[in-house]
């Protein structure tokens, strides 16, 4: 883990400091920690503990690594908000199987909330903010090509038109089928180079770099900040429209379809079963609201709730995962026919990634709208997307919604200054 010798206590420093700027142009090339949305957020460096965990008990052996190691600490924090002091940076795997699952204890971190700015530190590591990672370029990947991952166009079609039969047969109610996009570069992939374009083009979304996992996702499973969460509930899609007027076409044709809001239903019911045992006080809106990004429009409900006990953003991360919108509802079926009809390990995506501090506030997203660095060729991503199957899906227009998704990783490899 490499973390400090039993018994020794670990000094932890976050101090007030002057608005830093642009936080993305502050990461050093290696090892980027990023969790932003707009201009808020942290970016971190440097590694004071690692753990990779597999398996069904991931995420409590994760909690359990994280609360020894923030007993362990000496904190001295001035800054006393959700996410100064010592933070660990956390990217799951969606299966209980294969993969690794990883958390990141770093030793700088750089945060900024509601135009409040900070550095956290980690043992006597001190840092000159005006000298250290400024001007440190950005490296671009160069050209891409890009070749079919697990399962081609066709046979992704297939496999939606497989599960729409067994919706109909009435094995199940939905199901989440992904696919993989393999896409090479000319040059070692940069994720700095794709965090830039991620943030300025989706900033209503939370962009976020953990161990290689880099994207865009809109969708929060938990957010913690003392006994207050919020889970936002994104399922149901449809294009941007060519114009004003026929954005709000699609919109509307969104909120009227009956595929839509079934599908949008079964994941918010999900999230709200998955959280009335840890709330005093649970509120789940009636009806979805439209929400815009730049490529596709959503339906979008969030849930709210108090805590009763005291559970940590990991803890709810937890319970929450899977839900119905990356994975389908009854549970355990759907994951046994994404086992069945994808044919790929998803490896992170549609995991939980994030961030908890020592007070178990933090948040988590859905890993969405994200693509994951290979360790054994640094030129090459996976790139990943999903799309809700309900009765009345049809193939082609679940392959196209696929083709949209994965624009947002595709214009991020592509873009230059």
Known sequence: MGWAPAGTRVK???VPIADPGDLLTRLPRDG???WMRGTNGFVAWGEAARL???GPGRFAAAADWWQEIATSMDIEDLVAVPGSGPIAFASFTFDDGPGESVAIVPRVVLGRRDGAAWITTIGDYSIDLSREVAGEPVRLPGQVRYSDGAMSSARYEVAV???VDRIAQGELDKVVLARDLVATAREPIDARALLGPLSAHYPGCWTFAVDGLVGATPE????RTGDHIVSRVLAGTI???SDAIVDAQHAAELLASAKDRVEHELAVRSVAEALTPFCSDLVVPRAPEVVRLANVQHLQTDVTGRLANGETALDLAAALHPTAAVCGTPTGRARALIRELEGMDRDRYAGPVGWVDSRGDGAFGIALRCAQIQVD???TVRMFAGCGVVAGSQPVAELTESQSKLLAMR?????RP
Not at 220 to 223: E, F, Q, W
Not at 411 to 415: F, H
Request: proline share 4%; charged share 30%; glycine share 4%.
């Open 12 to 14: 932890v420093r976050s």
């Open 161 to 163: 038109a497989s599960a």
């Open 411 to 415: 214009d991020a490899l592509e873009w």
């Open 52 to 54: 990779r965990v597999s």
């Open 32 to 34: 980027a920690l990023c």
């Open 377 to 379: 060729d640094p030129r």
């Open 220 to 223: 929060l499973l938990v957010r």
């Open 239 to 241: 294009s941007r429209g």
